[in-house]
């Protein structure tokens, strides 16, 4: 005899009624490994399983580097401007606007300063979630700021990139703030002031030809990716297989343009660790 007998023929729950599954309960990593979102929160957001580092942002980095996640934002409501009037698919005032909406960010960079292991740290953190990451008027004037604290406190300055490249919708705006950038670290290294560059997955296009390559380290997560334009446009630029692995993490490392890969779960003892040793200090424990 069957465990379950229907009394009544029909669906007898109104739609209103019915319960969905809440999204988000689980995570399916590339290797097709099954995750529970609140053990890989717990795990840092590194599937326990096969070791991939899952895309996270500004909140989650700074909660592993700031002591106690307790930390001050700077410029916390800049926001960008359409001074083009640029219109795509969509107006570029409409798109921001629903990328503000949708995220909760005022636009793809977060500044916070704090302590890490007990000392001052300027962290720059972008974030993917905000039109890409791309790299705007503001994600230019917010890193360029954040340096000018550091230099202005004597604080080590930690970039952690995570971006698309330049945003299309600024134009030369956006180009220009390559060499913004560029000419700022410039004076945080005028100044001696250690920078930590982080690369996370992704890092293309215009960050990378600036402040994401100029770190006195750089370092990245396993298995970003790493590079200028993407391995299609480089395939068939070239008309060249590309080897395998090519502009992860990995491979960039052993081309000589990275010089540690950090494991989450290292990264806060890491990153500190290499600020001591820059700055010829006591090594934290």
Excluded at 177 to 202: F, G
């Amino acid at each position: 005899m069957a465990w379950f007998k229907r009394t009544e023929k029909g669906i007898q729950t109104p739609t209103e009624n019915k319960k969905d599954v809440p999204k988000g309960l689980w995570y399916k990593s590339p290797t097709g490994k099954i995750i529970d979102q609140d053990e890989l929160a717990r795990n840092l957001w590194v599937s326990p399983e096969d070791d991939f580092h899952v895309r996270i942002g500004s909140k989650e980095y700074f909660e592993i580097l700031f002591d106690n996640n307790e930390f001050k934002e700077l410029d916390a409501k800049m926001t960008s401007k359409d001074p083009l009037n640029f219109v795509d698919t969509k107006k570029y005032s409409d798109r921001l606007k629903d990328a503000i909406d949708k995220t909760g960010l005022k636009d793809a960079v977060r500044t916070g300063v704090g302590k890490s292991k007990g000392k001052d740290l300027v962290v720059c953190c972008m974030d993917f979630a905000f039109i890409g990451g791309s790299m705007g008027a503001v994600v230019g004037e917010k890193i360029a700021r954040g340096i000018d604290y550091a230099i202005k406190h004597n604080t080590p300055f930690v970039m952690i990139s995570k971006s698309g490249g330049a945003r299309m919708m600024e134009a030369a705006y956006s180009l220009m703030q390559l060499a913004k950038t560029s000419a700022k670290l410039a004076q945080l290294a005028e100044a001696k002031i250690p920078y930590i560059s982080l690369c996370t997955d992704p890092t293309t296009g215009g960050t990378t030809a600036s402040y994401a390559m100029l770190g006195d380290i750089n370092i990245s997560e396993p298995g970003a990716l790493i590079g200028f334009a993407g391995p299609r446009v480089v395939r068939d630029t070239t008309g060249k297989d590309l080897p395998e692995g090519f502009q992860t993490a990995e491979f960039v490392l052993d081309h000589g343009f990275l010089d540690f890969i950090a494991h989450r779960k290292e990264l806060k003892n890491k990153i500190n660790l290499y600020l001591d040793l820059i700055l010829n200090q006591d090594i934290r424990d």
